[in-house]
């Protein structure tokens, strides 16, 4: 299970990211500085398993969503959103849950403006 300086320093480590503490005390990350695009949200405070919340595409939506230790991200899911919390063992292999939120840091920008994209060095063709 990532530890809260596991995600944090594996979440800055991605490009163009910006790290805000809101909603309580979770670790929020973005991608494409402070007024960019949410890409994965760490929760540390509750029960001993942290919450972890990421972005997915569809296809791993319908895949994660009912995976024991993973369920469909409160609120987010419930707006119909795909994001997945990660929130009670088994979950995910850290290096696959790694691997998730560098997908969802490349869906959020894919989600920033193309001048933002360009900006930031991201994603470009």
């Known amino acids: 299970m990532l530890s809260v300086e596991d995600f944090n320093a594996f979440c800055g480590s991605l490009p163009a990211t910006a790290y805000v503490m809101q909603w309580g005390g979770s670790h929020v990350w ?19 398993h942290p919450g972890i919340t990421f972005k997915v595409s569809e296809i791993a939506y319908e895949i994660l969503r009912d995976a024991p230790g993973l369920r469909p ?3 987010l899911a419930s707006r ?3 994001w997945i919390q990660h929130y009670d063992e088994p979950g ?9 939120i560098a997908e969802s840091h490349r869906l ?5 403006t193309k001048k933002l ?9």
């Open 92 to 100: 995910l292999p850290d290096d696959e849950l790694k691997d998730y």
């Open 117 to 125: 994209q360009k900006e930031f060095g991201l994603y470009q063709d």
């Open 30 to 48: 973005k991608v494409g500085g402070a007024k960019g695009k949410v890409f994965a949200i760490g929760g540390w405070d509750k029960g001993i």
């Open 80 to 82: 119909g959103m795909k």
């Open 73 to 75: 991200a409160p609120y």
């Open 108 to 112: 959020a920008a894919a989600n920033l």
